[in-house]
Nanobody, 112 residues
């Protein structure tokens, strides 16, 4: 059974940093691309960042490009999202994704 468990969210001030992690199990992690999405209150879920199965290719939403970095450790079955220069508009629940599988999400709140 596929499990995606996010961690690392919290409350941070404007300009601060957080590192999210998503621990995966129940599938061959190294064989799949992984993505991060987020959903702010009253808004639709949106793509944030994606990484290829090997980690050699990444892509980002324009709103986070240059501030967020996605990475993965295939030995640990974990994908990360390093978030720097955080803004209040980054406040959302952040979700890990593989195909149609989703984690439970982790809340990120950025105060101004």
């Amino acid at each position: 059974q596929v499990q995606l468990v996010e961690s690392g969210g919290g409350l941070v001030q404007f300009g601060g940093s957080l590192r999210l992690a998503c621990a995966a199990s129940g599938f061959t992690f190294r064989a799949y691309p992984m993505r991060w999405y987020r959903q702010a209150p009253g808004k639709e879920r949106e793509f944030v960042a994606g990484i290829s199965y090997s980690g050699s290719t990444t892509n980002y939403a324009d709103s986070v490009k240059g501030r967020f970095t996605i990475s993965r450790d295939n030995a640990k079955n974990t994908v990360y999202l390093q978030m720097n220069s955080l803004k209040p508009e980054d406040t959302a629940v952040y979700y890990c994704n593989r195909l149609t599988d989703w984690g439970q999400g982790t809340q990120v709140t950025v105060s101004s």
